[in-house]
Every structure is written in structure tokens, then in C-alpha cells.
């Protein structure tokens, strides 16, 4: 067992804690890109011209101001709920099944990565879509200093309870395929990319796998994936927020978006996205590597102690 090829329990363990210090680190960006996301929505395109969010921070600081700091991290252990299963799965079991589909050879290829990416970004969405219909819910939810009104949700127990008595078990899955095809091609995109731009450059001997080439990798991993994934993350999010009735399904809501709003509809929010997706892959992956020596050495050291008893 190498640095490079752990077991697949400190992989799981590891990518989930990763992904829940992404989250913390990188909230209000997510809460401003989905609010950015569902602006305009319901509206005609002559109708509403009033402009809420303007920008990544002009909607934090509009947020704040009309809202209280405490909004930005609205939804946020859903989003850590989420992270733990997610996370888990999508990321820690991606070596796994490279392995299983590239067989007896040495080296996957690029098919059997984007597979792999496929396989483990479709299998997350069947365990996490709850938390992440609970999360987007939190994070759109306007909370006025002065009032509750406007709260469709005060707790995430609450917004559980609230989604199945008025929605049924239906609702908790809300946006699934949606999901399955933007965790699909993010996964792809995301490990896809840091995989194959973290091998190239260790393979090359440009640098050695330490803090600076994982960096290098989740950089280029986040802009990869903002500019693939936006447009199926736009519709996941206005289809997961809206009331029952709204939209026939997930194609209706592509459609009329594009109708009422235009092509540029389904990159509303594309400056959140980057700077959130950048920002999170980096701390993402970062945290992941680390977490993946630190797991692996205490795994290790309780083999040893196990061995002399």
C-alpha cells in the first residue's frame, strides 16, 4: 500500500471531510450564485426590470445588509449533511472505479476516467438529493431583518418535515435527473481534469506531489467545471427551488427559461460559480490530499499497534 493508493475507506472518510471544509470555507459564494441564479424568475421578459443582486459581492453585501450576515450560511448543514454523503461517494470511491473499469491495465485511459466520473457522480446524487434540495431551498429563502416573512423554512428538520407532508417523499427527489446530469459531467470535468493535469505533471517530473501541484490541478479542475456545468447548474437549481405545479419537469424549465429570459439565462450566476467552484476545488482538494496522508498514517499506526499485541 502506497501514499498514492490508499484503501478505499481513508479515500471515503477523507474526500468527505474535504468536502465539509469546502463548504464552510466557500458558502456565501454558493448562497450568492444561487440567489443570482433564480433572479428573474417567474417574471416575463417586460416584466420586472428592478434588478435585486448585481455582481458576486454586491449580492453578498445585499444579502447582509437586508438580511444579516447569518443569511449567507442559510442551508448550511444541509450542505454539510450533504457534503458528508456526497462528497463520499462521488470523490472517494472515483479511484475505485477506475480501477474496476480499467481491469488488468496499467494505465486508465481517458474514457474509462470519464466513466469512472459518470459512474461515481450518479451514484451521490441516489444518496444526497434530499440534503441538496433542502440546501438550495435554505440558500434562496429571503429572511427580512425586520420580519420572518418570506421564510418558507426555520430549521432543517423543519424543511424535511415541511418538503414530505406538502410535496410527499417526491418532493425530497426533486430535480434528481437534473442532478444525475450536472453531478455527471461536473464529476467529470472536476477529477477528470485534476486527475489528468496532476498525473501530467508529476509524469513530466514539472513538479513533485505535494501543496503547489495539488493547487495547479484544482485550479484548472474549477475552471473546467464552471464553464461545462453552469448551464445544468442554473436549471438544477430554478427547478429544485420552485412550488409544486411551476414547471412540467426539468426540460420545461430549460424551456422557459430560455423563452422568458434568453440563451444568457442558463449562465446567471457564472462569476459566483467560478469563484465558488475555484475556490472549492482548491481548499477541496487541498484539504483531501492532506486528510487522505493524515487518515493513511493513523490507519497505518493502528496496524502496527493491532501486529504487537
Not at 448562497?31 to 417567474?42: D, P, Y
Not at 435554505?138 to 425586520?146: C, K, M, S
Not at 427547478?239 to 424549465?253: E, K, T
Request: hydrophobic share 40%; aromatic share 8%.
Amino acid at each position: 500500500m502506497t501514499d498514492s493508493n490508499p484503501p478505499a475507506a481513508v479515500r471515503v472518510f477523507a474526500a468527505g471531510s474535504a468536502g465539509c471544509v469546502a463548504d464552510l470555507v466557500t458558502f456565501p459564494l454558493d448562497t450568492a450564485k444561487v440567489r443570482l441564479q433564480i433572479q428573474g424568475e417567474g417574471r416575463t421578459s417586460l416584466e420586472g426590470q428592478t434588478v435585486k443582486y448585481r455582481g458576486v459581492f454586491g449580492t453578498i453585501v445585499t444579502i447582509v445588509r437586508t438580511e444579516g450576515p447569518r443569511s449567507l450560511y442559510n442551508g448550511l448543514v444541509a450542505g454539510l449533511q450533504r457534503q458528508m454523503t456526497f462528497a463520499s461517494v462521488r470523490i472517494g470511491l472515483y479511484d475505485s472505479m477506475k480501477q474496476l473499469y480499467a481491469g488488468s491495465a496499467d494505465n486508465a485511459g481517458l474514457g474509462t476516467r470519464l466513466l469512472a466520473g459518470c459512474t461515481t457522480g450518479a451514484m451521490a446524487v441516489a444518496f444526497a438529493q434530499p440534503t441538496d434540495v433542502v440546501k438550495v431551498r435554505f440558500q434562496a429563502q429571503v429572511r427580512l431583518l425586520e420580519s420572518a416573512t418570506g421564510k418558507r423554512y426555520s430549521s432543517t428538520t423543519q424543511a424535511y418535515r415541511t418538503i414530505v407532508r406538502d410535496e410527499g417523499l417526491r418532493g425530497l427527489w426533486k430535480g434528481a435527473l437534473p442532478n444525475i446530469i450536472r453531478n455527471a459531467t461536473v464529476n467529470c470535468s472536476e477529477l477528470v481534469t485534476y486527475d489528468v493535469i496532476k498525473e501530467l505533471l508529476l509524469k513530466n517530473h514539472l513538479m513533485t506531489d505535494n501543496m503547489p501541484c495539488h493547487f495547479i490541478a484544482a485550479f484548472s479542475a474549477g475552471l473546467c467545471t464552471t464553464v461545462v456545468a453552469s448551464p445544468v447548474d442554473v436549471v438544477k437549481t430554478r427547478y429544485m427551488n420552485s412550488v409544486p405545479g411551476q414547471y412540467g419537469g426539468a426540460l420545461n424549465c430549460a424551456a422557459t427559461m430560455l423563452i422568458k429570459e434568453g440563451p444568457t439565462a442558463f449562465y446567471k450566476g457564472f462569476m459566483p460559480s467560478f469563484l465558488r467552484l475555484l475556490s472549492w476545488n482548491i481548499v477541496m482538494f487541498v484539504s483531501y490530499e492532506q486528510f487522505k496522508r493524515g487518515f493513511l498514517r493513523l490507519h497505518r499506526n493502528k496496524v502496527c499497534v493491532l501486529h504487537t499485541l
